[in-house]
């Protein structure tokens, strides 16, 4: 068990509790070890921390457009992988026909979140319908394949070499922010049952990224039924119930949906701006020095940015103060909304993420210029 170095101090002029009653006109920054779960300080500025001049180096905020990425890939194992690292592999997949192969990962378990569209998955475990907004949880291993009739665009995350599990929820209980209750598992019913024959079909292994494929004689997803608390499970992001605080910006850990050994999965979701006058409305400020964030933006108006459309991408690395944009701050100084109608997916690694050269295609290079000297 870790010792961490604690006593907390107060030196020259600062608010007594962190992300409230700020000295006046000064901008709070954090800096924090474990994400925001760990020791931590409260600096309060003068001006704010992300209004640069200019940046000369690799370490920039970075914005990616994957609506520009519409070409379509039939299969998962050809998704355009965007941001990678030896714990994670995030890729976006636009299919726009049923799969013809059934899928397996070796490399880890897959996280998939629907942007766009509904499809029939079959599993080893059964049949389970997707729609826009779910999670769906696959683990390493399993055989599965999707069936529609429209475009669907799924945001895969990669646990590699890992598994995905719930946070600990702590204090607040575990059936916060949701029951497992409302975990929805696939079943074995008539619509699973009918697509059981006895016609050729391949499975396509994922191994170290490269591909295996195994042909059987019938198709292989012809399970009866099956018994454990292993299982693919589904969840979706209105059924995710936000944890709140009327006078506290609430951190982005307290909205973690999953964990895995190097990352963890946030969700943001809709929910009641802080009505306290003295509370901050926007997240502060942060150096998030251990972890990298990346924020898949899903649909609304995503109220600490500005300029960001459903299906952009940003990437904001260690060591690097991020936070609200000036416009989205001044919104929130003005106590302009009353409520935020974001959907988002946070995923904060703790080893760098490495863009790839088709996030680099779609990369917005004038996303770095957006934060400083106060203009948007």
Same mark, same amino acid.
């Given at each position: 068990?870790? @010792?961490? /170095?604690?006593?907390?101090?107060? &030196? ?42 200019? /940046? ?9 457009? +994957? ?43 897959? $996280? $998939?979140?629907?942007? &766009? ?33 429209? &475009? ?13 599990? $719930? ?29 059981? %024959? ?13 591909? +295996? ?26 059924? /995710? ?19 895995? %050994? ?10 009641? /701006? ?82 790839? &050269? ?6 917005? @290079? ?9 203009? +948007?």
């Amino acid at each position: 068990m870790r @010792k961490w /170095i604690s006593f907390p101090k107060v &030196e020259g002029e600062a608010s007594r509790q962190a992300h409230c009653d700020f000295p006046k006109n000064t901008f709070e920054r954090e800096m924090s070890k474990e994400g925001f779960s760990g020791p931590s300080a409260q600096f309060h500025h003068k001006h704010p921390p992300t209004s640069w001049s200019h /940046i000369d180096g690799p370490l920039i905020p970075r914005a990616f457009d +994957t609506v520009l990425l519409n070409e379509a890939q039939s299969h998962p194992w050809q998704a355009v992988s965007l941001l990678e690292n030896a714990a994670s592999n995030i890729r976006l997949w636009r299919s726009t026909e049923s799969m013809k192969q059934l899928a397996r990962n070796a490399d880890g378990d897959d $996280l $998939l979140f629907v942007h &766009e569209g509904t499809a029939e998955l079959f599993c080893d475990f059964g049949h389970l319908t997707i729609n826009p907004g779910d999670y769906v949880l696959i683990p390493r291993g399993t055989m599965w394949r999707l069936e529609h009739s429209e &475009e669907v665009v799924i945001l895969m995350i990669q646990a590699t070499g890992a598994s995905y599990s $719930l946070p600990d929820k702590g204090m607040v209980g575990h059936h916060a922010i949701f029951d497992q209750a409302m975990l929805d598992t696939p079943k074995i019913n008539d619509v699973f049952k009918a697509q059981q %024959n006895e016609n050729e079909c391949q499975v396509v292994i994922k191994r170290d990224e490269k591909i +295996t494929v195994i042909t059987y004689p019938f198709n292989p997803l012809d399970a009866i039924g099956w018994h454990g608390d292993l299982t693919v499970v589904r969840i979706n992001w209105r059924d /995710i119930r936000p944890l709140m605080s009327h006078r506290y910006h609430l951190p982005p850990s307290a909205h973690t949906t999953f964990v895995s %050994n190097r990352f963890v999965v946030c969700t943001f979701c809709p929910r009641p /701006i802080e009505s306290d006058p003295g509370a901050l409305k926007v997240p502060f400020f942060h150096n998030n020095d251990d972890f990298d964030e990346v924020i898949f933006y899903h649909k609304g108006q995503f109220f600490s940015r500005d300029n960001i459309h459903p299906g952009m991408m940003t990437l904001h690395p260690c060591g690097l103060t991020h936070g609200p944009h000036p416009k989205a701050l001044q919104t929130g100084l003005n106590s302009a909304r009353k409520e935020t109608d974001e959907v988002a997916v946070m995923i904060d690694t703790r080893d760098s993420l490495r863009p790839t &050269e088709f996030a680099e295609g779609i990369e917005n @290079k004038a996303y770095v210029d957006s934060w400083g000297g106060g203009k +948007t």
